[in-house]
């Protein structure tokens, strides 16, 4: 599941892919999520989204069954190690009912976040946190608060050097982020 690239390791998600691919902008390679969760229902997000998504923004998996659907994630080197994970979301009207729902997202059974769209405009929103599981595993869960449908678009794991964030044990989430340069049409930084 993990991926070597210049020094690195890390896991690629494309949430609702049927296939493993390398994006063509970035040469990342995405692996599909059939293999890591038993639970959602494939979509794709409306034809009305904009043209340029990146591919791993296209389909998504949502979650109208449970209350809680989670992804375990088993990195290489286990615990105790620091992992930049990222979760994205893109609604795209993938339902039809033009209505973006909220729900929460746990680390397995402490809140992350609470993903909420409303301002996310069509290219979705991603939330980030810095982890260092206690376990060889980590669960990534969506929680159904009853304010509409659970989804994902795509799961990112990065295997961060632990002298970068000195965290012992605990998580750090980004409050904000500032983007001081990069040319606006760009999707995202890599």
């Not at 990342?28 to 229902?41: A, E, M, N, R």
């Not at 909420?116 to 929103?125: D, E, I, M, Q, S």
């Not at 991603?126 to 982890?131: F, N």
Request: glycine share 8%; hydrophobic share 30%; with cysteine.
């Amino acid at each position: 599941m993990w991926v070597r690239g210049e020094g690195f390791r890390f896991i690629s998600i494309d949430c609702g892919s049927n296939e493993d691919y390398t994006d063509e902008d970035t040469e990342i390679p995405y692996i599909s999520d059939k293999g890591l969760i038993d639970t959602g229902i494939v979509k794709t997000v409306s034809s009305d989204s904009p043209a340029n998504l990146p591919r791993f923004s296209k389909n998504l998996r949502s979650f109208p069954q449970g209350t809680r659907n989670c992804y375990t994630l088993r990195p290489e080197q286990g615990k105790n190690n620091n992992y930049l994970i990222r979760a994205t979301f893109v609604y795209g009207n993938y339902d039809g009912e033009n209505q973006i729902p909220e729900f929460d997202l746990h680390l397995g059974v402490n809140e992350w976040t609470t993903v909420n769209l409303t301002n996310a405009g069509p290219n979705g929103f991603y939330y980030e946190v810095i982890h260092v599981p206690l376990t060889d595993y980590i669960d990534v869960c969506l929680i159904n608060t009853g304010r509409g449908v659970p989804f994902i678009s795509s799961l990112e794991l990065r295997l961060l050097d632990n002298s970068i964030y000195r965290t012992q044990g605990r998580t750090l989430t980004k409050m904000w982020g500032y983007d001081v340069g990069r040319n606006p049409s760009d999707f995202s930084v890599r």
